[in-house]
DNA sequence: CAAAAACATAACTCACCAGTTATATATTGG
DNA sequence: CCAATATATAACTGGTGAGTTATGTTTTTG
């Protein structure tokens, strides 16, 4: 059930994608219409580019009636920061001491 | 020049390609044939990885006689963890404080 | 209640890209 | 100097997945 960040990289790969997870998570929940109204695509695309999402566990969905509002998970990034925790921050941060150092060895 | 997030997420999308990626930041700078002994695909498809990988600035390469080193690029990282610090707003604190641990299990 | 709207799914197409083998180039070692 | 090794590139193939249109289901509206 627990999304890994393999599936977040492939999730948040594709660009359409990714800016539909964006808008969620910057101007909260919204519609499938109101997502695909400036998606570019087509509804279909729009929902199934959510059911990916959701599967990923990057958006929740609230039905109600007709409509379906979806929004941005928060927890869903989770796997991606303790990747970057690791291989970004954590590997950047050693290195950036490292070059420290030898800047004041240069001096 | 710089490499958009965009590229990042798309060059780290393909699970092959970022096995390499991991293990030059895990292990440092290593020759295409050592990448290509674990990668468990052929080397030119390592080599073309490692093309991707160097366009998005996630790595370098240091040619010497017949060998290619290639190594983690520092700085590769930041359009990611620029991205993270916006959409994962939530949960920077936590990895503010994964970085600050490290820092201390350093000394 | 009929028409329209919202969403999901099915079925299909097409382009892209990760993989392959083959080969060219350069360098090292015996 | 010849054989072997290291890497990159070219040319090709196949699978995947993002897009489309068509349609079914449900719910709202007039």
């Known amino acids: 059930m627990q999304a890994t960040h393999d599936d977040i990289f492939k999730t948040l790969g594709d660009p359409t994608r990714r800016a539909i997870f964006e808008r969620l998570a910057r101007d909260g929940e919204q519609t499938v219409r109101a997502l695909t109204d400036q998606s570019g695509v087509s509804q279909p695309a729009v929902s199934k580019h959510l059911g990916v999402l959701k599967l990923a566990g990057l958006v929740r969905d609230r039905p109600e009636g007709r409509l379906v509002y979806y929004s941005a998970e928060p927890q869903g990034l989770a796997p991606l920061i303790d990747w970057m925790s690791f291989y970004g ?19």
């Open 89 to 107: 921050a954590f590997w950047r941060d050693r290195f950036d001491r490292l070059e420290n150092l030898l800047d004041r060895m240069d001096q």
